[in-house]
């Protein structure tokens, strides 16, 4: 049986993209700054655009991550999650998860 109504939301001078919501981002909500850290983690190879995460991540210098990917990790969180990001925090994750700094790896 075929519906006799069809509701659409659309309009003639509208953008059936955008009113369909597609390409709209919401601000992600998190409980810490631990649970967003961790979230950027899992997510951080999509967040660079990179196939795979790179290596050179983690560095020994003051800012922890290196400012390359730091900036773009800056700008997305900004945008999209409501707030910076701690490096430190990131940093450490990072380290738990098997990536290290040049320093790291002499020791």
């Given at each position: ?28 909500m ?19 655009s990179?196939?795979e ?13 290196r400012?390359e ?5 800056e700008k997305?969180s900004?945008?999209y ?8 925090i990131?940093r ?16």
């Open positions: 049986m075929r519906a006799k109504y069809i509701n659409e939301k659309f309009t003639e001078d509208g953008d059936p993209i955008r009113d369909m919501g597609i390409g709209i981002f919401t601000k992600r998190f409980t810490s700054i631990d649970k967003k850290m961790e979230w950027i983690a899992d997510n951080l190879a999509g967040i660079l990179v196939n995460m790179p290596e050179d991540i983690l560095t020994q210098e003051g800012s922890f991550i400012d990917y730091f900036n773009i990790l997305f900004r945008e999650l409501g707030g910076g990001t701690d490096p430190k990131l450490n994750i990072l380290k738990g998860r098997g990536f290290s700094t040049k320093k790291d790896e002499n020791d």
